[in-house]
């Protein structure tokens, strides 16, 4: 199992890439939507990149569950090879 | 139809003479060209017979923040960017949580494009063939549809009234300011942000124009490549930009003290139905637009005295419009072929066009038609060339023409 700040360093610098939001800001209680603003189009985006970074699966019906980063931080942790 | 007035109140640019209106109307009375060589690899890989294109002056990231940006495609960017511009030089604040400056039930959008995002559609299916289906971004459509600058200009300034986007190939951007003008005076609304944008240089449309025989092949030169109604024209230049105004009805306009540019008097839009790509030999859509602009704008044709023709630089086309001014207006206008130093902006043209020729009439000077050698004998007008014509205009047409058939033409007058 991937150490989980890493995880969240790696998360938070996809985030900045694709929505613009400092990497500081990505913290685990946000809301991906209502804190940091990041519409369906975007999480998209970061999904396929977190798959390429972190050799991992996030199928729709999961990425719909991710709702704070902590969640995307403990999935990413959980399912990752 | 009422008889509302519709009066400009805002105006705003970003071409290959410069990034802003000043930078643009500054570069076409100092003769200034757009043309340059094409630095892009593929000209050579692709062993494509132009070289040449309008390329902006400056990068829309200079203005456009990284991510955002990434979202847009490069069409959608100039838009954003002109209607910026426009919508600031009209006055008014960008939409915020404390409100609007423009109530957006009333405030519409008309922006017009040739083909949209034909780049990104690219780019993603280079995505889709080398790397599969989960890099294909999931803003590929939104960036690819032609109403896109439109919507996002739209979103951006808060217009519920309705956001439109003509698409009428080279006229689209005359057509967004025709449209624009219908719905203030149909009451629709007392606001419209209008215009066109274009950005799609690109080897495949470089090379689909160069197979129809449309573009100058003028490589060695491109500061000379573009010269409509000179005999050696040998086609047009693809270049790339936007322009946009701020429509207003005039009490809507009077109420908050506006400064006010002009007046868009007459309005006329026909169709050929003659040939996809060709005018008609007799120029009779052309003639019909121009005459149903000055019937509605209630002048005849002697008080207009300057036409900005569409004048691409193309052999049939340019004589074929100057035989077409001759008869719907006569021989008396002075007109003006600024293509010649801005290259073809495509959906962009009508809209930048129609603001240089309200720019002509408010400062009262004609930029001058670069590259104009020899005049074609085949054209019996008084085109200015050399340097600017200072003379006081009260009324002006710019034309506007696209492959389909579409004639529009737009009338300005002083307020």
């Given at each position: 199992?991937?150490d989980?700040?890493?995880l969240?360093?790696g998360?938070?610098?996809?985030?900045?890439?694709?929505a613009?939001?400092?990497?500081?800001?990505?913290?685990?209680?946000?809301?991906f939507?209502d804190d940091?603003d990041?519409d369906?189009?975007?999480?998209v985006e970061?999904?396929?990149?977190?798959?390429?970074?972190?050799?991992v699966?996030?199928?729709?019906?999961?990425l719909?569950n991710?709702?704070?980063v902590?969640?995307?931080?403990?999935?990413?942790?959980?399912?990752s090879? | 139809?009422?008889n509302t007035?519709?009066?400009?109140?805002?105006i705003?640019?970003?071409?290959?003479?410069g990034?802003?209106?000043?930078?643009?109307w500054d570069?076409?009375?100092?003769?200034r060209?757009?043309v340059?060589?094409?630095?892009?690899d593929?000209?050579?890989?692709?062993d494509l017979?132009?070289r040449?294109g309008a390329t902006?002056?400056e990068?829309?990231?200079?203005?456009?923040p990284?991510?955002?940006?990434?979202?847009?495609?490069?069409?959608e960017?100039v838009?954003?960017?002109?209607a910026?511009?426009?919508?600031?030089?009209?006055?008014f604040?960008?939409?915020?949580?404390?409100?609007e400056d423009?109530?957006p039930?009333?405030?519409g959008?008309?922006?017009?494009?040739?083909?949209g995002g034909?780049?990104?559609?690219?780019?993603?299916?280079?995505?889709?063939?080398?790397?599969?289906?989960r890099k294909v971004?999931?803003?590929t459509?939104?960036m690819?549809?032609?109403?896109?600058p439109?919507?996002?200009?739209?979103?951006e300034?808060?217009?519920?009234?309705?956001?439109?986007?003509?698409?009428?190939?080279?006229?689209?951007?005359?057509?967004g300011?025709?449209?624009?003008?219908?719905?203030?005076?149909?009451?629709?609304?007392?606001?419209v942000v209008?215009?066109g944008?274009?950005a799609c240089i690109?080897?495949?449309?470089i090379?689909?124009?160069a197979q129809a025989?449309?573009?100058?092949t003028r490589?060695d030169?491109p500061?000379?490549a573009?010269?409509?109604?000179?005999?050696?024209?040998?086609?047009?230049?693809?270049?790339e930009g936007?322009g946009?105004?701020?429509?207003?009805?005039?009490?809507?306009?009077?109420a908050?003290?506006?400064?006010v540019y002009?007046?868009?008097?007459?309005?006329?839009?026909?169709?050929?139905?003659?040939?996809i790509?060709?005018n008609?030999?007799e120029?009779?859509?052309?003639?019909a637009?121009m005459?149903?602009?000055i019937e509605?704008?209630?002048i005849t044709a002697r008080?207009v005295g300057?036409?900005n023709?569409?004048?691409?630089?193309t052999?049939v086309g340019?004589?074929?419009e100057?035989?077409?001014?001759?008869?719907a207006?006569?021989d008396?206008p002075?007109?003006t072929?600024?293509?010649?130093a801005l290259?073809?902006?495509v959906?962009?043209?009508?809209?930048?066009?129609?603001i240089?020729t309200?720019?002509?009439?408010y400062?009262?000077?004609?930029?001058m038609?670069?590259?104009l050698?020899?005049l074609?004998?085949k054209?019996?007008l008084?085109?200015?060339?050399?340097e600017?014509r200072?003379?006081?205009?009260s009324?002006?047409?710019?034309n506007?023409?696209?492959?389909?058939g579409?004639n529009?033409?737009?009338l300005?007058?002083?307020?």
């Amino acid at each position: 199992m991937a150490d989980k700040t890493e995880l969240l360093t790696g998360l938070a610098e996809i985030v900045e890439e694709v929505a613009g939001v400092a990497k500081d800001d990505v913290t685990a209680e946000k809301s991906f939507v209502d804190d940091l603003d990041i519409d369906s189009l975007s999480m998209v985006e970061i999904a396929v990149q977190a798959e390429d970074r972190f050799g991992v699966k996030i199928p729709d019906d999961e990425l719909a569950n991710l709702k704070t980063v902590g969640d995307a931080v403990d999935y990413v942790a959980a399912n990752s090879k | 139809m009422s008889n509302t007035d519709v009066v400009i109140t805002g105006i705003g640019a970003t071409t290959p003479l410069g990034p802003d209106v000043t930078s643009t109307w500054d570069g076409l009375l100092a003769g200034r060209s757009g043309v340059r060589a094409l630095d892009a690899d593929w000209a050579e890989t692709y062993d494509l017979p132009v070289r040449i294109g309008a390329t902006l002056a400056e990068e829309p990231t200079e203005k456009i923040p990284r991510v955002r940006a990434r979202r847009l495609d490069r069409c959608e960017q100039v838009a954003l960017i002109a209607a910026w511009q426009a919508w600031e030089d009209a006055g008014f604040s960008l939409p915020s949580d404390d409100g609007e400056d423009v109530e957006p039930e009333r405030l519409g959008v008309s922006i017009g494009t040739g083909i949209g995002g034909p780049v990104t559609l690219l780019e993603q299916d280079d995505n889709l063939e080398q790397h599969g289906m989960r890099k294909v971004s999931p803003l590929t459509v939104p960036m690819l549809m032609p109403n896109g600058p439109a919507a996002h200009v739209g979103i951006e300034l808060r217009a519920r009234a309705g956001v439109h986007s003509p698409a009428s190939a080279c006229a689209s951007g005359a057509e967004g300011i025709a449209k624009a003008y219908d719905m203030i005076r149909s009451g629709r609304a007392d606001v419209v942000v209008a215009g066109g944008a274009e950005a799609c240089i690109h080897p495949i449309t470089i090379a689909g124009f160069a197979q129809a025989r449309t573009v100058s092949t003028r490589n060695d030169d491109p500061e000379h490549a573009s010269r409509p109604f000179d005999v050696d024209r040998d086609g047009f230049v693809l270049g790339e930009g936007a322009g946009v105004m701020v429509l207003e009805s005039a009490a809507h306009a009077e109420a908050r003290g506006a400064r006010v540019y002009g007046k868009v008097a007459g309005t006329g839009i026909t169709s050929d139905a003659y040939h996809i790509t060709g005018n008609h030999p007799e120029g009779i859509g052309q003639i019909a637009a121009m005459r149903q602009a000055i019937e509605q704008a209630g002048i005849t044709a002697r008080d207009v005295g300057h036409v900005n023709a569409h004048a691409t630089s193309t052999v049939v086309g340019d004589v074929g419009e100057a035989a077409a001014i001759q008869q719907a207006l006569g021989d008396h206008p002075v007109v003006t072929a600024p293509k010649s130093a801005l290259g073809h902006l495509v959906g962009g043209a009508g809209a930048v066009e129609g603001i240089a020729t309200l720019l002509a009439i408010y400062h009262g000077v004609v930029p001058m038609t670069l590259n104009l050698g020899e005049l074609d004998p085949k054209v019996e007008l008084d085109v200015v060339a050399g340097e600017p014509r200072k003379m006081e205009l009260s009324a002006a047409i710019s034309n506007s023409f696209g492959f389909g058939g579409h004639n529009t033409a737009l009338l300005f007058t002083t307020p």
